[in-house]
């Protein structure tokens, strides 16, 4: 396991991080115990969490993930470890999280961050992302930007301000972005160094064999702002292990339990993408995820990698990517894949 400083912060993470949105849903307080011991067991220092978890999104069970990491905690080092959780955004219809205010106002991040050090049991943060911008951007599967959909928001330079007063207070340590588009991030920054604000340290966006959209334009701003990528849904929500080729939803699988739910990769084209990803890790002797985690790990722009399992076998099974090593060859095929279908589930 390698370790990688996060961006311009003090924080060195693991290249492989937890993932745990399965936590309260799929997966009981036993079963993510277990989990969260084996990853620590192999090296893993990174934990991300969000206080909309588990997905998706109830409100019956809103909450569970961090309060099972929370339990856990107790009998860790703390010091030892990375723990990563978000504010959820406005735009969902979610009543049951602050009565259904979820504009990135400093009340609710005041609210929002004390609610999750409470379910963490800590005293702090070490990493607090915005799960999605306040104001709209097409995000989650959507590619177009369509001016007629913008809404009142809040103005950047007072989120920033919001989230100084809780570094300033010990609450959190850095702050990140989540599912953010290039122009977001180049104005938190800029912000930032005009107002003598914290910077961002991070940005959590979806990157893998299918999604590659980070390469076009955050590639670049990060890369010159100093901030690290953390790959979220590296195998693309279960659809580059293979899976769910031919039209299959094995059952327990996330596509066969939520109907509806994944519909980002769920595209034309995603299909024939995989199998040529799946062709490929075949001919080499490797699993197809161990090729699609080794793809993500591989990037330059990548800090760390977020895997998440509904079970111990995968999760076994994904960290096994660490023994990995993708060839000048591989990396000549794959590319080759991606030119015939490029980016089918953005």
């Known amino acids: 396991m390698r370790y990688l400083p996060l961006g311009h912060s003090s924080l060195t993470v693991s290249e492989i991080g937890l993932g745990t949105m399965t936590f309260g849903q799929q997966n009981t307080m036993a079963e993510a115990h277990e989990q969260l011991d084996y990853a620590l067991e192999q ?38 470890l990375i723990i990563a959780t978000k504010i959820a955004g406005p735009g969902r219809p979610w009543h049951w999280i602050r009565n259904g205010s979820l504009s990135i106002t400093r009340d609710n991040i005041k609210q929002a961050v004390a609610d999750s050090l409470k379910r963490l049991k800590t005293d702090y943060i070490d990493l607090y992302q915005i799960h999605w911008p306040d104001r709209y951007v097409p995000q989650f599967g959507e590619v177009s930007y369509d001016p007629s959909r913008e809404r009142p928001t809040v103005p950047i330079a007072e989120q920033l301000e919001a989230l100084a007063e809780m570094v300033q207070a010990g609450l959190i340590r850095y702050i990140g972005l989540s599912n953010e588009t290039p122009w977001g991030v180049s104005e938190f920054c800029h912000l930032a160094e005009q107002l003598s604000l914290p910077k961002v340290v991070s940005i959590q966006n979806a990157y893998n064999l299918i999604n590659r959209v980070f390469e076009v334009g ?27 080729l031919q039209a299959e939803k094995p059952t327990g699988s996330r596509l066969a339990l939520f109907e509806g739910f994944g519909r980002r990769y769920l595209k034309p084209n995603v299909a024939e993408a995989v199998a040529g990803y799946v062709s490929i890790s075949q001919k080499y002797g490797l699993t197809p995820a161990q090729l699609a985690l080794a793809f993500v790990r591989s990037r330059w722009f990548v800090t760390s990698t977020i895997i998440g399992a509904t079970n111990l076998a995968q999760l076994k099974e994904n960290l096994s990517c660490l023994q990995v090593e993708l060839s000048a060859e591989m990396l000549v095929e794959i590319e080759a894949v991606h030119q015939r279908y490029p980016n089918p589930a953005p």
């Open 43 to 80: 090296g893993i220092n990174f934990i991300d969490t969000a206080e909309m978890y588990p997905v998706p999104a109830r409100a019956e069970t809103q909450g569970s993930t961090e309060r099972y990491i929370g339990e856990w905690l107790q009998h860790q080092q703390r010091d030892q």
């Open 218 to 244: 955050l590639a670049e701003v990060c890369r010159h702002e100093h901030i690290g990528l953390l790959a979220y849904s590296p195998l693309g929500f279960g659809v580059l292990t293979g899976k769910y």
